[in-house]
């Protein structure tokens, strides 16, 4: 028979009938099952390496200053300072005869000019009867300065110049204290509780500070 004639057939391969009987000519392999497909189970992320501390920000740096002047426009400066300070001199001494000569500027000047001014602060100026006005900030910077000096000029000075130094600093300090212990005896004397104060406390002309 030629094969365009062969009948065709369809094959029922339901195993069970509509009654949910198993049908006797059911192939007997076990029906394939469509496993439900899973969700894969999360790979965990790989942790980045550690990267490196991100840079402090720069902190703004000093403004650069400027350039000092050559030693040409120093010796200039010099140079004119002193045509224009002898020039003055001779006028001053001309609106003034038998005037002397103003001393030239020297350490010990310096030291002195320092040491006048932070006794000052401290009400050493003061005239009798009068209440003592201090600038205790203003003293203690003199005073600070001086040691500045000292420090700066050390294994620079004479004998003489060391020992000026070293008097005028100790002075001070032990004046810049008796004025502190003074200010402080005064405070605690007017502060509200306080009696009266005794022998030898502050009195009515006890410093006051200024600043």
Do not use: C, W
Request: proline share 13%; charged share 25%; hydrophobic share 35%.
């Amino acid at each position: 028979m030629p094969e365009q004639n062969k009948p065709f057939v369809v094959t029922d391969r339901r195993k069970f009938t509509m009654d949910g009987e198993l049908r006797p000519d059911a192939d007997p392999s076990p029906e394939r099952e469509e496993r439900a497909a899973t969700p894969a189970a999360p790979v965990a992320a790989t942790p980045e390496p550690p990267t490196a501390a991100a840079p402090a920000p720069e902190t703004p740096s000093e403004p650069a200053l400027p350039p000092g002047p050559t030693a040409e426009e120093t010796d200039q400066a010099r140079r004119a300072y002193e045509m224009t300070a002898d020039r003055l001199d001779t006028a001053i001494r001309s609106a003034n005869p038998g005037m002397d000569h103003p001393p030239a500027m020297s350490f010990d000047q310096l030291v002195q000019s320092i040491y006048m001014t932070a006794m000052m602060q401290l009400g050493a100026a003061t005239h009798e009867g009068q209440q003592p006005q201090v600038d205790i900030l203003g003293s203690r910077q003199s005073i600070d300065m001086l040691a500045v000096l000292s420090e700066k000029t050390k294994g620079n000075l004479s004998p003489e110049e060391n020992r000026l130094l070293d008097s005028a600093l100790f002075e001070l300090r032990m004046a810049f204290l008796e004025i502190t212990q003074a200010l402080a005896r005064s405070a605690a004397a007017k502060a509200p509780g306080a009696g009266r104060p005794g022998p030898g406390g502050p009195g009515p002309g006890g410093p006051s500070i200024v600043r």
